[in-house]
């Protein structure tokens, strides 16, 4: 039997941030939270909710299809520029 939707989307938004190189601390700040609130969202605390997903899909430059569809489908709709590797050589460059 498959993941729950919630153990999806845990999985799925710590796969983004770890791809991206976001902190809960930024992913906080985006949806207007403390980095506590995206933690407990992140263990199972507390779920996240429907504005969340559209906000970090919106963030990510998902749909919130591929947010919820996990970590697979969100990290490979995942645009480019948002990918750490990409960001890092594109700061380097830059010097």
């Given at each position: 039997?498959?993941?729950?939707?919630?153990?999806?989307?845990?999985?799925?938004?710590?796969?983004?941030?770890?791809?991206?190189?976001?902190?809960?601390?930024?992913?906080?700040?985006?949806?207007?939270?403390?980095?506590t609130?995206?933690?407990?969202?992140?263990?199972?605390?507390?779920?996240w909710?429907?504005?969340?997903?559209?906000?970090?899909?919106?963030?990510?430059?998902?749909?919130?299809?591929?947010?919820?569809?996990?970590?697979?489908?969100?990290?490979?709709?995942?645009?480019a520029?948002?990918?750490?590797?990409?960001?890092?050589?594109?700061?380097?460059?830059?010097?």
């Amino acid at each position: 039997m498959g993941l729950c939707l919630e153990e999806s989307l845990r999985l799925t938004v710590a796969a983004l941030m770890q791809v991206t190189g976001d902190s809960q601390r930024s992913v906080a700040a985006v949806l207007g939270l403390t980095q506590t609130q995206v933690s407990r969202r992140q263990s199972g605390a507390v779920s996240w909710s429907l504005r969340d997903v559209n906000v970090l899909a919106e963030h990510y430059g998902i749909g919130a299809l591929d947010l919820l569809a996990g970590p697979t489908r969100a990290c490979e709709a995942l645009p480019a520029d948002r990918r750490r590797s990409v960001r890092a050589e594109t700061k380097g460059a830059s010097r």
